[in-house]
Each structure stands twice: as C-alpha cells, then as structure tokens.
C-alpha cells in the first residue's frame, strides 16, 4: 500500500514531466495551446478538466482519477480549481515561448492624418495608427518576435522569468504592464541579459510597437509574456 502510493507519488513527476513535453511538442507558443485547448464555450477563459483531459487521451496518456486531478491541480498554480491562461503561463513558462502576436492598441487615426507607410519605397497607406502599411507590419513584426526569441535563446529558464519580472516591474500599470519605457527596457536586457540593442533595433522596436509619452520613448512589450 504504501509502496504503490510512492510509486504513484513519484510517476506524477515523470507525467508532469511528459505532459509539459507534450505541450511543447505540439505548440508553439502558450498562447496558440491555451487558445485551442480553451475551445469549449461553457468554460471560456479557463482550460476546464474535460478539455485538458481530451489532449491526455489524444496522446493516450491513461490516468487514474487520482493521477489527473494531480496533474490539473498542478497547471491550477493559484490553487482555484480552475486553469487559467495565469496558470497556464506558470506551469509552462519556462518550456514554451509565451506569445506569438504583438498587442496593438487600436486607435482610430484622424482621416486627415493618413500616413504612408515608413518602409522606404512603399507607397501603402500606414495601417490605423503604426507606421507601416499591412505587410510590412506583418514583417516588422516577425523581426520583432524574432528578437524577443533571441532574448529567450539567451536565457536559461529561470533567468527568462526573472527578466519578465524585472520588466514587467518597470512597466506601467494602468497600461496592463504591456507598456514600458524604451531607455528603461534596454537597461534591464544589458543588466539581465547583457545584451546591447542596436540602434537598429531599438527603431525596429520603436516603429512597430512604440509611442511617444511626456518626451519619452515607450513600447510595447506584451509578447514577452
Ligand atoms: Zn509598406
């Protein structure tokens, strides 16, 4: 008794250990796997424990009920009863790249203020309030997210949450701690990460996701987490 008690203690490890794997396998980001395994309308904004448990079968993983609720409580990292995209981040943070599209805050542009887009020699009207015209927004984006990769690359995995702490401790509350200051942002990538942004990047960076507050420089950093 005791002993199948040890034995199941210890496999729930290695299943967590599988099931993250799994994860990781199969998305992406945690972003695209909360999103589809959050299908079921009756539980929107949470995984419930029949979508969590759909993907466990799907890759034939049988648990005892003792051994699922183990493993759901384990993803409900606030102890809730239920899973959220907070949790989800928790649980998988470290095994997978949180985002994979910038949040843009979606302003109407004043009709007589069109822009063109900034890419030399594109001749495109700039998309809502950015700079760039639909395309290169999309590719302004991709280099952006590429970078944020990088970021990722060069951290090993506690080194990624502390540096989304630090940020998102910089960052401005009352724009849901997605916005902060460009000069504070590359102080704490040289501090955290040593890595110097080129003046490149920080355009890039600028461009694609930033604006102007009080005579500071801001962007957009809710990709990374
Ligand atoms: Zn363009």
């Known amino acids: 008794m005791y002993t199948d008690k040890v034995r199941e203690g210890l496999t729930s490890v290695d299943l967590m250990k599988t099931i993250t794997a799994k994860f990781a396998q199969q998305w992406a980001t945690i972003r695209k796997a909360f999103s589809d395994l959050n299908k079921d309308t009756a539980s929107q904004g949470y995984i419930s424990k029949s979508e969590l448990n759909f993907y466990l079968n799907h890759w034939g993983l049988k648990l005892t009920d003792a ?19 907070n949790d989800f981040q928790k649980s ?22 069109q822009k063109k887009c900034k890419q030399f020699q594109c001749w495109q009207p700039a998309c809502g ?51 902060v200051e460009l000069d504070k942002f590359e102080r704490i990538v040289k501090s955290m990460i040593g890595l110097d942004i080129s003046d490149e990047k920080r355009d890039l960076l600028f461009n694609t996701s930033g604006r102007v507050y009080r005579g500071s420089k801001y962007i957009n950093i809710g990709m990374i987490y």
């Open 92 to 113: 998988l943070g470290p095994e997978i790249y949180p985002s994979e599209t910038l949040y843009f805050r979606q302003d109407k542009p004043h009709a007589a203020y």
């Open 129 to 179: 309030n950015g700079n760039y015209c639909s395309m290169h927004n999309r590719m302004h984006n991709d280099e952006v997210e590429s970078f944020y990769r990088n970021l990722y690359k060069l951290c090993d995995k506690g080194k990624w949450r502390k540096f989304t702490d630090k940020v998102q401790q910089a960052a401005s509350p009352e724009d849901n701690f997605k916005v």
């Open 67 to 85: 051994q699922f609720d183990r493993v759901y409580n384990a993803f409900d990292v606030d102890g809730d009863g239920k899973i959220s995209y």
